[in-house]
């Protein structure tokens, strides 16, 4: 599965900006591939102001965050690729979220079991054991 935090940083994004408030973000000036003016970054990190008055062109995507903003007014380029996002929020209230490591792009983990393996199979003890729930996948139960 692909990672879940360019869909969070778009939703925090949208719903700072709805709520009539200043989206900025923290980001760690460190990770290969950001390109942030240096001369701004404190203790490795960078807050950026992201509304739509401060950018322009801004891409939310799934693999990096760009824009052009001025900076000592020069006009620079702005590319933060999605893992070195350190938080959103507002600059208003401080509300958003922020992100741990744990939240970047990582691997699942592994499975005892291939595909369809579990489905059906029951648990030691058979229909006797535990409810006679069966191996494998989680599943839902609708519960009316």
């Known amino acids: 599965m692909t990672s879940t935090r360019p869909y969070l940083i778009r939703a925090f994004y949208d719903w700072i900006v709805d709520n009539a408030c200043t989206p900025h973000i923290v980001v760690n000036a460190t990770i290969p591939k950001v390109d ?3 001369d701004y ?6 807050v950026l102001n992201i509304s739509l ?3 322009q062109g801004l891409t939310l ?10 900076f000592g007014g020069m006009i620079r380029n702005v590319h933060a690729p999605i893992s070195s996002i350190m938080a959103i929020y507002a600059k208003e209230n401080g509300r958003g979220m922020v992100f741990t ?4 792009d990582l691997p699942l983990p592994p499975s005892d079991s291939t595909p369809g393996e579990g489905e059906g199979k029951q648990q030691k003890g058979g229909k006797g054991g535990k409810g006679g729930k ?11």
Do not use: C, M, W, Y
């Open 61 to 70: 995507g799934n693999q990096a965050i760009d824009f052009k903003a001025r």
């Open 101 to 104: 490591e744990e939240d970047a």
């Open 41 to 46: 970054v404190d203790g490795g990190q960078i």
């Open 53 to 55: 008055s401060a950018v």
């Open 36 to 38: 942030v003016p240096l």
């Open 134 to 144: 069966t191996a494998g996948k989680p599943h839902l139960k609708i519960v009316k």
